[in-house]
Protein backbone atom coordinates (compact mmCIF):
# COMPACT_ATOMS: atom_id res chain seq x y z
CA UNK A 1 0.00 0.00 0.00
CA UNK A 2 1.78 2.76 -0.90
CA UNK A 3 -0.45 5.58 0.66
CA UNK A 4 1.10 4.69 4.92
CA UNK A 5 -0.57 5.05 7.57
CA UNK A 6 0.15 8.13 9.05
CA UNK A 7 -0.50 9.94 5.36
CA UNK A 8 -3.44 7.97 4.90
CA UNK A 9 -4.45 9.19 9.17
CA UNK A 10 -3.59 12.79 7.58
CA UNK A 11 -5.84 12.94 4.83
CA UNK A 12 -8.87 11.70 7.13
CA UNK A 13 -7.80 14.44 9.62
CA UNK A 14 -10.07 17.04 8.83
CA UNK A 15 -13.09 15.04 8.82
CA UNK A 16 -12.08 13.17 11.49
CA UNK A 17 -12.04 16.35 13.54
CA UNK A 18 -15.47 17.94 12.07
CA UNK A 19 -17.31 15.07 11.98
CA UNK A 20 -15.87 13.83 15.07
CA UNK A 21 -16.85 16.88 17.17
CA UNK A 22 -19.99 17.97 15.28
CA UNK A 23 -21.68 14.75 14.85
CA UNK A 24 -20.37 11.62 16.67
CA UNK A 25 -19.28 13.35 20.31
CA UNK A 26 -22.88 14.68 19.93
CA UNK A 27 -24.14 11.58 20.16
CA UNK A 28 -22.16 10.41 22.90
CA UNK A 29 -23.34 14.01 24.79
CA UNK A 30 -26.97 13.37 23.97
CA UNK A 31 -26.39 9.50 25.99
CA UNK A 32 -25.16 11.49 28.91
CA UNK A 33 -27.64 14.49 28.64
CA UNK A 34 -29.87 11.80 28.86
CA UNK A 35 -29.39 10.50 32.81
CA UNK A 36 -29.28 13.66 34.02
CA UNK A 37 -32.11 15.95 34.84
CA UNK A 38 -31.50 19.08 32.95
CA UNK A 39 -34.70 21.02 32.11
CA UNK A 40 -33.29 24.23 30.16
CA UNK A 41 -30.07 24.82 28.49
CA UNK A 42 -28.96 26.52 30.86
CA UNK A 43 -29.43 24.84 34.16
CA UNK A 44 -26.92 22.70 36.13
CA UNK A 45 -27.55 19.07 35.97
CA UNK A 46 -27.53 15.82 38.28
CA UNK A 47 -27.24 12.29 37.31
CA UNK A 48 -30.37 10.60 37.70
CA UNK A 49 -29.87 6.90 35.52
CA UNK A 50 -32.40 5.67 33.83
CA UNK A 51 -34.91 8.07 35.02
CA UNK A 52 -36.09 9.97 32.10
CA UNK A 53 -36.67 6.87 30.23
CA UNK A 54 -38.77 5.28 32.99
CA UNK A 55 -40.62 8.84 32.97
CA UNK A 56 -41.10 9.10 29.38
CA UNK A 57 -42.10 5.40 28.65
CA UNK A 58 -45.13 5.99 31.75
CA UNK A 59 -45.90 9.27 29.66
CA UNK A 60 -48.85 9.19 27.56
CA UNK A 61 -47.73 12.06 25.20
CA UNK A 62 -44.18 9.79 24.65
CA UNK A 63 -46.43 6.25 23.89
CA UNK A 64 -48.92 8.59 21.53
CA UNK A 65 -45.83 10.07 19.71
CA UNK A 66 -44.30 6.29 19.27
CA UNK A 67 -47.56 5.24 18.17
CA UNK A 68 -47.89 7.97 15.74
CA UNK A 69 -44.26 7.28 14.59
CA UNK A 70 -44.67 3.43 13.98
CA UNK A 71 -47.99 4.16 11.97
CA UNK A 72 -46.40 6.98 9.91
CA UNK A 73 -42.97 5.47 9.20
CA UNK A 74 -45.13 2.13 7.90
CA UNK A 75 -47.24 3.40 6.07
CA UNK A 76 -45.71 5.70 4.20
CA UNK A 77 -42.70 3.19 3.49
CA UNK A 78 -45.06 0.56 2.09
CA UNK A 79 -47.16 2.87 -0.16
CA UNK A 80 -44.23 4.89 -1.82
CA UNK A 81 -42.65 1.36 -2.50
CA UNK A 82 -45.64 0.08 -3.80
CA UNK A 83 -46.26 3.05 -5.53
CA UNK A 84 -42.98 3.89 -6.90
CA UNK A 85 -42.32 0.17 -8.08
CA UNK A 86 -45.63 0.36 -10.08
CA UNK A 87 -44.54 3.12 -11.31
CA UNK A 88 -40.96 1.65 -12.50
CA UNK A 89 -42.49 -0.84 -13.98
CA UNK A 90 -44.89 0.71 -15.97
CA UNK A 91 -41.84 3.19 -17.42
CA UNK A 92 -39.56 -0.02 -17.85
CA UNK A 93 -42.05 -1.30 -20.16
CA UNK A 94 -42.42 2.00 -22.01
CA UNK A 95 -40.46 2.42 -25.14
CA UNK A 96 -40.97 6.26 -25.20
CA UNK A 97 -37.98 7.75 -24.49
CA UNK A 98 -39.61 11.26 -24.11
CA UNK A 99 -42.52 10.06 -22.03
CA UNK A 100 -39.84 8.20 -20.13
CA UNK A 101 -38.23 11.45 -18.76
CA UNK A 102 -41.00 13.50 -18.79
CA UNK A 103 -42.33 11.17 -16.08
CA UNK A 104 -39.08 10.60 -14.35
CA UNK A 105 -38.53 14.20 -14.19
CA UNK A 106 -42.03 15.26 -12.83
CA UNK A 107 -42.43 12.37 -10.06
CA UNK A 108 -38.80 13.41 -8.76
CA UNK A 109 -39.34 17.03 -8.59
CA UNK A 110 -40.66 17.11 -5.50
CA UNK A 111 -37.34 16.16 -3.78
CA UNK A 112 -35.73 19.16 -4.55
CA UNK A 113 -37.87 21.59 -3.25
CA UNK A 114 -37.53 23.22 0.57
CA UNK A 115 -39.33 20.24 2.41
CA UNK A 116 -40.30 23.13 4.94
CA UNK A 117 -42.62 25.41 2.49
CA UNK A 118 -43.61 22.34 0.88
CA UNK A 119 -45.65 21.85 4.30
CA UNK A 120 -47.00 25.12 3.71
CA UNK A 121 -48.43 24.16 0.15
CA UNK A 122 -49.55 21.34 1.39
CA UNK A 123 -51.73 22.94 4.12
CA UNK A 124 -53.54 25.01 1.83
CA UNK A 125 -54.20 22.25 -0.80
CA UNK A 126 -55.85 19.93 1.97
CA UNK A 127 -57.56 23.13 3.64
CA UNK A 128 -58.88 25.07 -0.15
CA UNK A 129 -57.33 22.87 -3.09
CA UNK A 130 -58.88 18.91 -2.36
CA UNK A 131 -62.24 20.53 -1.24
CA UNK A 132 -62.58 22.82 -4.00
CA UNK A 133 -60.81 19.97 -6.18
CA UNK A 134 -64.54 17.18 -4.95
CA UNK A 135 -67.02 19.82 -5.60
CA UNK A 136 -65.76 20.72 -8.71
CA UNK A 137 -66.06 17.05 -9.89
CA UNK A 138 -69.14 17.09 -7.74
CA UNK A 139 -68.42 15.01 -5.03
CA UNK A 140 -70.39 17.45 -2.27
CA UNK A 141 -70.11 14.93 0.62
CA UNK A 142 -66.45 14.90 0.17
CA UNK A 143 -65.67 18.13 -0.16
CA UNK A 144 -66.52 18.69 3.15
CA UNK A 145 -64.15 16.46 4.78
CA UNK A 146 -61.44 18.53 6.86
CA UNK A 147 -58.18 17.09 6.04
CA UNK A 148 -56.44 18.78 8.76
CA UNK A 149 -58.64 17.83 11.69
CA UNK A 150 -57.39 15.34 13.85
CA UNK A 151 -59.07 12.13 12.66
CA UNK A 152 -57.19 13.02 8.97
CA UNK A 153 -54.73 14.49 9.76
CA UNK A 154 -51.85 11.74 10.09
CA UNK A 155 -53.09 10.54 6.82
CA UNK A 156 -52.86 13.96 4.90
CA UNK A 157 -49.51 14.09 6.60
CA UNK A 158 -48.14 10.51 4.97
CA UNK A 159 -49.58 11.57 1.80
CA UNK A 160 -47.44 14.36 1.24
CA UNK A 161 -44.22 12.80 2.35
CA UNK A 162 -45.65 9.95 -0.39
CA UNK A 163 -45.73 12.53 -2.85
CA UNK A 164 -42.02 13.97 -1.97
CA UNK A 165 -40.15 10.88 -1.44
CA UNK A 166 -41.94 8.39 -4.35
CA UNK A 167 -39.70 10.10 -7.29
CA UNK A 168 -36.65 8.67 -5.49
CA UNK A 169 -37.77 5.51 -4.66
CA UNK A 170 -39.23 5.52 -8.44
CA UNK A 171 -35.29 6.20 -9.55
CA UNK A 172 -33.77 3.62 -8.23
CA UNK A 173 -36.22 0.87 -8.94
CA UNK A 174 -35.75 2.23 -12.68
CA UNK A 175 -32.16 1.83 -12.67
CA UNK A 176 -32.34 -1.95 -10.75
CA UNK A 177 -35.01 -3.15 -13.58
CA UNK A 178 -32.47 -1.35 -16.47
CA UNK A 179 -29.76 -3.23 -14.94
CA UNK A 180 -31.27 -6.93 -15.36
CA UNK A 181 -29.83 -8.78 -17.91
CA UNK A 182 -31.75 -8.56 -21.35
CA UNK A 183 -30.63 -12.32 -21.37
CA UNK A 184 -32.06 -13.81 -18.71
CA UNK A 185 -35.31 -12.06 -19.96
CA UNK A 186 -35.06 -13.57 -23.71
CA UNK A 187 -34.17 -16.77 -21.62
CA UNK A 188 -37.56 -16.57 -19.81
CA UNK A 189 -39.46 -15.71 -22.90
CA UNK A 190 -38.20 -18.81 -24.68
CA UNK A 191 -39.58 -20.96 -21.93
CA UNK A 192 -42.89 -19.37 -22.66
CA UNK A 193 -43.56 -17.13 -19.64
CA UNK A 194 -46.09 -14.10 -20.32
CA UNK A 195 -45.05 -10.96 -19.28
CA UNK A 196 -46.21 -10.87 -15.91
CA UNK A 197 -44.49 -14.48 -14.92
CA UNK A 198 -41.19 -12.40 -16.32
CA UNK A 199 -42.00 -9.43 -13.91
CA UNK A 200 -42.48 -11.95 -11.08
CA UNK A 201 -40.09 -14.52 -11.45
CA UNK A 202 -36.90 -12.78 -13.41
CA UNK A 203 -36.68 -9.47 -12.93
CA UNK A 204 -38.54 -8.74 -9.35
CA UNK A 205 -36.36 -11.48 -7.20
CA UNK A 206 -33.16 -10.14 -9.50
CA UNK A 207 -33.48 -6.67 -8.16
CA UNK A 208 -33.90 -7.47 -4.48
CA UNK A 209 -30.71 -4.77 -4.28
CA UNK A 210 -32.98 -2.20 -5.26
CA UNK A 211 -35.65 -3.43 -2.40
CA UNK A 212 -33.25 -3.45 0.41
CA UNK A 213 -32.54 0.43 -0.30
CA UNK A 214 -35.54 1.66 -0.87
CA UNK A 215 -36.88 0.25 2.21
CA UNK A 216 -34.28 1.05 4.43
CA UNK A 217 -34.07 4.77 2.55
CA UNK A 218 -37.42 5.50 2.97
CA UNK A 219 -37.86 4.39 6.61
CA UNK A 220 -34.91 6.78 7.60
CA UNK A 221 -36.33 9.31 5.75
CA UNK A 222 -39.79 8.83 7.64
CA UNK A 223 -38.19 8.63 10.52
CA UNK A 224 -35.99 11.52 9.96
CA UNK A 225 -38.90 13.97 8.72
CA UNK A 226 -39.44 16.80 10.74
CA UNK A 227 -39.61 20.09 8.25
CA UNK A 228 -42.60 18.99 6.21
CA UNK A 229 -44.71 17.51 9.10
CA UNK A 230 -43.48 20.93 11.31
CA UNK A 231 -45.25 23.02 8.61
CA UNK A 232 -48.00 21.35 7.82
CA UNK A 233 -49.38 20.61 11.45
CA UNK A 234 -47.36 21.20 14.11
CA UNK A 235 -47.61 18.20 15.46
CA UNK A 236 -51.37 18.99 15.79
CA UNK A 237 -53.71 18.87 15.68
CA UNK A 238 -54.42 17.22 19.34
CA UNK A 239 -50.79 15.57 18.74
CA UNK A 240 -52.42 13.56 16.08
CA UNK A 241 -49.49 13.58 13.76
CA UNK A 242 -46.54 14.46 16.85
CA UNK A 243 -43.91 12.10 15.34
CA UNK A 244 -40.78 11.34 17.55
CA UNK A 245 -38.53 13.99 15.89
CA UNK A 246 -41.45 16.76 16.86
CA UNK A 247 -41.94 15.52 20.00
CA UNK A 248 -38.19 16.21 20.87
CA UNK A 249 -38.51 19.34 19.30
CA UNK A 250 -41.72 20.11 21.43
CA UNK A 251 -40.34 18.91 24.61
CA UNK A 252 -36.66 20.11 24.49
CA UNK A 253 -37.83 23.89 23.78
CA UNK A 254 -41.85 24.35 24.32
CA UNK A 255 -41.36 22.04 27.91
CA UNK A 256 -37.58 22.95 28.79
CA UNK A 257 -37.16 19.02 29.69
CA UNK A 258 -34.12 18.34 27.82
CA UNK A 259 -33.00 15.22 29.94
CA UNK A 260 -36.17 13.34 28.49
CA UNK A 261 -36.06 15.16 25.01
CA UNK A 262 -32.57 13.06 25.11
CA UNK A 263 -33.81 10.37 26.12
CA UNK A 264 -36.72 10.31 23.44
CA UNK A 265 -33.60 10.96 20.42
CA UNK A 266 -31.69 8.10 21.19
CA UNK A 267 -34.67 5.87 21.34
CA UNK A 268 -35.36 7.11 17.96
CA UNK A 269 -31.77 6.50 16.40
CA UNK A 270 -31.84 2.95 18.37
CA UNK A 271 -35.06 1.88 16.54
CA UNK A 272 -33.86 3.62 13.27
CA UNK A 273 -30.65 1.27 13.57
CA UNK A 274 -32.27 -1.67 14.59
CA UNK A 275 -35.10 -1.94 11.65
CA UNK A 276 -32.60 -1.12 8.88
CA UNK A 277 -29.78 -4.00 10.29
CA UNK A 278 -32.76 -6.49 10.29
CA UNK A 279 -34.18 -5.39 7.19
CA UNK A 280 -30.40 -5.08 5.42
CA UNK A 281 -29.59 -8.76 6.99
CA UNK A 282 -33.07 -10.06 6.78
CA UNK A 283 -33.41 -9.37 2.71
CA UNK A 284 -29.62 -9.87 2.15
CA UNK A 285 -30.15 -13.41 2.85
CA UNK A 286 -32.78 -13.81 0.62
CA UNK A 287 -30.90 -11.92 -2.26
CA UNK A 288 -30.37 -13.71 -5.49
CA UNK A 289 -26.91 -13.53 -6.59
CA UNK A 290 -26.89 -13.29 -10.24
CA UNK B 1 -52.56 -7.22 -31.55
CA UNK B 2 -55.11 -4.73 -30.86
CA UNK B 3 -55.53 -5.70 -27.59
CA UNK B 4 -52.17 -5.05 -27.06
CA UNK B 5 -51.99 -1.48 -28.47
CA UNK B 6 -54.79 -0.43 -26.49
CA UNK B 7 -52.92 -1.64 -23.27
CA UNK B 8 -50.08 0.48 -24.47
CA UNK B 9 -51.95 3.79 -25.21
CA UNK B 10 -53.53 3.11 -21.26
CA UNK B 11 -50.01 3.37 -20.06
CA UNK B 12 -49.44 5.96 -21.55
CA UNK B 13 -52.00 8.07 -20.84
CA UNK B 14 -52.02 6.67 -17.42
CA UNK B 15 -47.88 7.64 -16.84
CA UNK B 16 -49.19 11.49 -18.18
CA UNK B 17 -51.61 11.97 -15.39
CA UNK B 18 -49.30 10.74 -12.47
CA UNK B 19 -46.89 13.12 -14.00
CA UNK B 20 -49.41 15.75 -14.24
CA UNK B 21 -50.59 14.44 -10.41
CA UNK B 22 -47.14 14.88 -9.31
CA UNK B 23 -47.09 18.88 -10.69
CA UNK B 24 -50.53 19.86 -9.86
CA UNK B 25 -49.22 21.43 -6.77
CA UNK B 26 -46.14 23.25 -7.75
CA UNK B 27 -48.79 24.52 -10.13
CA UNK B 28 -50.80 25.67 -7.93
CA UNK B 29 -48.87 27.03 -5.67
CA UNK B 30 -47.61 29.50 -9.34
CA UNK B 31 -50.23 30.08 -10.53
CA UNK B 32 -52.52 30.79 -6.88
CA UNK B 33 -49.74 33.27 -6.59
CA UNK B 34 -50.88 35.50 -9.38
CA UNK B 35 -53.96 36.40 -7.63
CA UNK B 36 -54.91 39.26 -5.90
CA UNK B 37 -56.55 39.82 -2.87
CA UNK B 38 -60.32 39.59 -3.67
CA UNK B 39 -59.71 37.07 -6.30
CA UNK B 40 -58.75 34.65 -3.10
CA UNK B 41 -62.26 34.11 -2.45
CA UNK B 42 -62.44 32.11 -5.98
CA UNK B 43 -61.88 28.73 -6.71
CA UNK B 44 -58.76 27.69 -6.19
CA UNK B 45 -58.46 26.36 -9.79
CA UNK B 46 -59.64 29.56 -11.57
CA UNK B 47 -57.42 31.72 -13.45
CA UNK B 48 -56.51 35.00 -12.19
CA UNK B 49 -58.32 37.61 -14.12
CA UNK B 50 -55.51 39.22 -14.66
CA UNK B 51 -52.11 39.04 -13.27
CA UNK B 52 -51.34 40.42 -9.59
CA UNK B 53 -47.62 41.21 -9.81
CA UNK B 54 -48.36 43.35 -7.43
CA UNK B 55 -47.65 40.07 -4.81
CA UNK B 56 -44.13 39.44 -6.06
CA UNK B 57 -43.07 43.04 -5.45
CA UNK B 58 -44.65 43.41 -1.90
CA UNK B 59 -43.01 39.99 -1.01
CA UNK B 60 -39.83 40.74 -2.26
CA UNK B 61 -39.87 44.66 -0.63
CA UNK B 62 -41.57 43.25 2.22
CA UNK B 63 -39.38 40.41 3.14
CA UNK B 64 -36.08 41.51 1.78
CA UNK B 65 -36.21 37.86 -0.15
CA UNK B 66 -33.20 39.31 -2.17
CA UNK B 67 -31.18 39.56 1.56
CA UNK B 68 -31.73 36.01 2.30
CA UNK B 69 -30.97 34.85 -1.06
CA UNK B 70 -28.02 35.99 -0.36
CA UNK B 71 -27.50 34.60 2.96
CA UNK B 72 -28.27 31.37 1.56
CA UNK B 73 -26.21 31.31 -1.67
CA UNK B 74 -23.30 32.28 0.87
CA UNK B 75 -23.73 29.23 3.31
CA UNK B 76 -24.18 27.29 0.80
CA UNK B 77 -20.85 27.92 -0.92
CA UNK B 78 -18.78 28.22 2.24
CA UNK B 79 -20.31 24.84 3.15
CA UNK B 80 -20.06 23.19 0.28
CA UNK B 81 -15.93 24.18 -0.01
CA UNK B 82 -15.33 22.67 3.27
CA UNK B 83 -17.76 19.61 2.70
CA UNK B 84 -15.79 19.13 -0.67
CA UNK B 85 -12.34 19.43 1.41
CA UNK B 86 -13.15 17.21 3.89
CA UNK B 87 -14.77 14.20 1.94
CA UNK B 88 -12.38 14.48 -1.29
CA UNK B 89 -9.42 13.72 1.13
CA UNK B 90 -10.55 11.35 3.44
CA UNK B 91 -12.49 9.75 0.42
CA UNK B 92 -9.03 8.91 -0.95
CA UNK B 93 -7.54 7.30 2.26
CA UNK B 94 -10.62 5.40 2.79
CA UNK B 95 -10.12 3.87 -0.82
CA UNK B 96 -6.66 3.56 -0.91
CA UNK B 97 -5.50 2.42 2.69
CA UNK B 98 -7.67 -0.41 4.00
CA UNK B 99 -6.88 -0.45 6.97
CA UNK B 100 -9.47 -1.51 10.23
CA UNK B 101 -9.19 2.17 10.97
CA UNK B 102 -10.29 3.47 7.74
CA UNK B 103 -13.20 0.52 7.49
CA UNK B 104 -14.60 1.17 11.08
CA UNK B 105 -14.66 5.41 9.90
CA UNK B 106 -16.04 4.93 6.64
CA UNK B 107 -18.83 2.72 8.54
CA UNK B 108 -19.36 5.09 11.75
CA UNK B 109 -19.18 8.35 8.87
CA UNK B 110 -21.75 6.05 6.32
CA UNK B 111 -23.87 5.59 9.75
CA UNK B 112 -24.67 9.53 10.19
CA UNK B 113 -26.63 9.41 6.74
CA UNK B 114 -29.35 7.36 8.84
CA UNK B 115 -29.21 9.50 11.71
CA UNK B 116 -31.93 12.08 11.96
CA UNK B 117 -30.85 15.98 12.60
CA UNK B 118 -32.89 16.27 16.06
CA UNK B 119 -30.75 13.17 17.46
CA UNK B 120 -27.99 15.38 18.31
CA UNK B 121 -30.04 18.91 18.01
CA UNK B 122 -30.27 19.52 21.62
CA UNK B 123 -26.48 18.26 22.30
CA UNK B 124 -25.21 19.84 19.36
CA UNK B 125 -26.83 23.40 20.51
CA UNK B 126 -25.32 23.00 23.83
CA UNK B 127 -22.14 22.50 22.51
CA UNK B 128 -22.14 25.35 20.57
CA UNK B 129 -23.35 27.33 23.13
CA UNK B 130 -20.34 26.30 25.38
CA UNK B 131 -18.38 26.98 22.36
CA UNK B 132 -19.77 30.35 22.07
CA UNK B 133 -19.96 29.73 18.44
CA UNK B 134 -24.54 29.45 18.46
CA UNK B 135 -24.07 31.62 15.20
CA UNK B 136 -23.38 31.76 11.42
CA UNK B 137 -20.04 30.42 11.72
CA UNK B 138 -21.31 27.40 14.09
CA UNK B 139 -23.51 26.71 11.23
CA UNK B 140 -20.87 26.63 8.62
CA UNK B 141 -18.64 24.71 11.18
CA UNK B 142 -21.71 22.17 11.82
CA UNK B 143 -21.85 21.33 7.93
CA UNK B 144 -18.57 20.67 7.47
CA UNK B 145 -19.17 17.72 9.50
CA UNK B 146 -22.12 17.18 8.96
CA UNK B 147 -22.20 17.24 5.42
CA UNK B 148 -19.59 14.44 4.73
CA UNK B 149 -21.49 11.61 5.13
CA UNK B 150 -22.82 11.15 1.78
CA UNK B 151 -20.30 12.27 -0.36
CA UNK B 152 -17.62 10.12 1.32
CA UNK B 153 -20.38 6.95 0.75
CA UNK B 154 -20.22 8.23 -2.73
CA UNK B 155 -16.72 9.50 -3.80
CA UNK B 156 -14.92 5.98 -2.02
CA UNK B 157 -17.02 3.52 -3.67
CA UNK B 158 -16.24 5.91 -7.08
CA UNK B 159 -12.68 5.87 -6.00
CA UNK B 160 -12.77 2.49 -5.61
CA UNK B 161 -14.47 1.52 -8.63
CA UNK B 162 -13.51 3.78 -11.73
CA UNK B 163 -9.72 5.77 -10.64
CA UNK B 164 -7.04 3.41 -11.80
CA UNK B 165 -5.05 2.18 -9.04
CA UNK B 166 -2.33 1.56 -12.12
CA UNK B 167 -1.77 5.19 -12.45
CA UNK B 168 -1.31 6.16 -9.40
CA UNK B 169 1.34 3.51 -8.90
CA UNK B 170 3.35 4.47 -11.88
CA UNK B 171 3.44 8.51 -10.33
CA UNK B 172 4.41 6.81 -7.51
CA UNK B 173 7.59 4.98 -8.61
CA UNK B 174 8.31 8.30 -10.83
CA UNK B 175 8.77 9.97 -7.23
CA UNK B 176 5.28 11.60 -7.14
CA UNK B 177 4.42 12.23 -3.40
CA UNK B 178 0.95 11.31 -2.33
CA UNK B 179 -0.26 14.98 -2.38
CA UNK B 180 0.67 15.58 -5.57
CA UNK B 181 -1.06 12.02 -6.85
CA UNK B 182 -3.73 13.51 -5.12
CA UNK B 183 -4.28 16.90 -6.72
CA UNK B 184 -2.58 15.79 -10.20
CA UNK B 185 -3.72 12.68 -10.98
CA UNK B 186 -7.02 11.60 -8.62
CA UNK B 187 -9.38 15.21 -8.80
CA UNK B 188 -9.19 15.63 -11.97
CA UNK B 189 -10.66 11.37 -12.34
CA UNK B 190 -13.23 12.66 -9.58
CA UNK B 191 -14.90 15.09 -11.88
CA UNK B 192 -17.89 13.49 -12.84
CA UNK B 193 -18.70 12.00 -9.13
CA UNK B 194 -18.02 15.81 -7.65
CA UNK B 195 -20.74 16.97 -10.34
CA UNK B 196 -23.24 14.79 -8.72
CA UNK B 197 -22.03 15.36 -5.25
CA UNK B 198 -22.03 18.93 -5.49
CA UNK B 199 -25.51 19.82 -6.81
CA UNK B 200 -27.35 17.19 -4.80
CA UNK B 201 -25.26 18.67 -1.53
CA UNK B 202 -26.34 22.26 -2.56
CA UNK B 203 -29.71 21.66 -2.30
CA UNK B 204 -29.55 19.87 0.42
CA UNK B 205 -27.79 22.96 2.00
CA UNK B 206 -30.10 25.61 0.41
CA UNK B 207 -33.35 23.59 1.64
CA UNK B 208 -31.68 22.65 5.48
CA UNK B 209 -33.97 24.40 7.71
CA UNK B 210 -34.22 23.21 11.57
CA UNK B 211 -30.47 24.33 12.14
CA UNK B 212 -30.31 27.33 11.00
CA UNK B 213 -33.29 28.35 12.56
CA UNK B 214 -31.35 27.62 15.60
CA UNK B 215 -28.41 29.10 14.79
CA UNK B 216 -28.78 32.11 13.16
CA UNK B 217 -30.24 35.91 14.43
CA UNK B 218 -33.16 37.29 12.39
CA UNK B 219 -30.86 39.48 9.99
CA UNK B 220 -29.24 36.61 8.60
CA UNK B 221 -32.16 33.88 8.25
CA UNK B 222 -31.59 32.04 5.35
CA UNK B 223 -34.63 31.52 2.49
CA UNK B 224 -36.05 28.76 4.27
CA UNK B 225 -36.67 30.74 7.42
CA UNK B 226 -36.77 33.80 6.33
CA UNK B 227 -39.99 31.98 4.18
CA UNK B 228 -41.46 30.17 7.21
CA UNK B 229 -41.31 32.97 9.15
CA UNK B 230 -43.36 34.59 6.61
CA UNK B 231 -45.53 31.59 6.14
CA UNK B 232 -46.76 31.71 9.79
CA UNK B 233 -47.55 35.82 9.21
CA UNK B 234 -49.17 35.54 5.94
CA UNK B 235 -51.58 32.98 7.26
CA UNK B 236 -54.43 35.43 5.94
CA UNK B 237 -52.46 36.70 2.64
CA UNK B 238 -51.41 33.20 1.25
CA UNK B 239 -51.29 34.25 -2.34
CA UNK B 240 -48.25 36.96 -1.32
CA UNK B 241 -46.80 33.14 0.53
CA UNK B 242 -46.91 31.53 -2.49
CA UNK B 243 -45.86 34.33 -4.29
CA UNK B 244 -42.67 33.85 -2.16
CA UNK B 245 -42.13 30.59 -2.54
CA UNK B 246 -42.80 31.13 -6.28
CA UNK B 247 -39.54 33.32 -6.52
CA UNK B 248 -38.09 30.33 -4.37
CA UNK B 249 -38.76 27.28 -6.49
CA UNK B 250 -38.01 29.02 -9.92
CA UNK B 251 -34.49 29.01 -9.53
CA UNK B 252 -34.55 25.57 -7.89
CA UNK B 253 -36.58 24.07 -10.58
CA UNK B 254 -33.85 25.74 -13.24
CA UNK B 255 -31.42 24.52 -10.86
CA UNK B 256 -32.98 20.92 -11.18
CA UNK B 257 -33.79 20.52 -14.83
CA UNK B 258 -30.18 21.75 -15.79
CA UNK B 259 -28.50 19.32 -13.97
CA UNK B 260 -31.14 16.91 -14.27
CA UNK B 261 -29.12 13.54 -14.71
CA UNK B 262 -26.61 14.76 -11.75
CA UNK B 263 -29.42 14.68 -9.53
CA UNK B 264 -30.40 10.93 -11.60
CA UNK B 265 -27.22 9.56 -10.89
CA UNK B 266 -26.27 10.93 -7.11
CA UNK B 267 -29.41 8.74 -6.49
CA UNK B 268 -29.01 5.66 -8.37
CA UNK B 269 -25.34 5.19 -8.01
CA UNK B 270 -25.25 5.88 -4.58
CA UNK B 271 -27.89 3.66 -3.72
CA UNK B 272 -27.18 0.53 -6.28
CA UNK B 273 -23.15 0.80 -5.14
CA UNK B 274 -23.85 0.52 -1.22
Redesign the interface.
Known amino acids: ?????K???L??L??????????????F??VY?SFTDIGS?IQKLNFIGFQNYLTIFAEGRFQNSFRITIIYVTITAVLINVIALF?AV??D??R?RY?NS?????????A???????G???Y??YK??IP??FS?VGLKSLSRIRFLSPSFALSSVIMTTC?LN???AM??Y???LL?VDPNMIDAGSIDGANSWQKLVRIKLPLIT??FI??F??TL?FA??Q??QIW?MTKGGPASTTET??LY??LV?FQNAQ?GR??AA??I??SI??VV?LVIIVSLNRRAVRA | MKHFRLGKVATSVFLVLVALLFFLPIYLTILNSFKSMPEMTRPFYSFPERLALENFRLVAEGTQIAHAFLMSLIVVVISLGGILFNSCLASYAIARNNSLFNRVLYIVLVAGLMMPFTVIMIPLMKLLGMLKIANKYGLVLVYFGLGISFPIFLLTNFIKGSVPLELEESAYLDGAGNVRIFIAIVLPLLKPALATVITLTAVWLFNDFLLPSLLLSSKEFTIPVSQSQLAGMFLQQWNQMLAGFTIIFVPLLAFFLSLQRYFVRGVTEGALKG
Open positions: MFLSAKSFFTPSLVFYGLFVVFPVYGLFILLNTSLVVRVFVYLPILTPILIFIWYILGALLWIGVLIIAGSHAINVNVFKFDSLPIYAIASAYLFILS
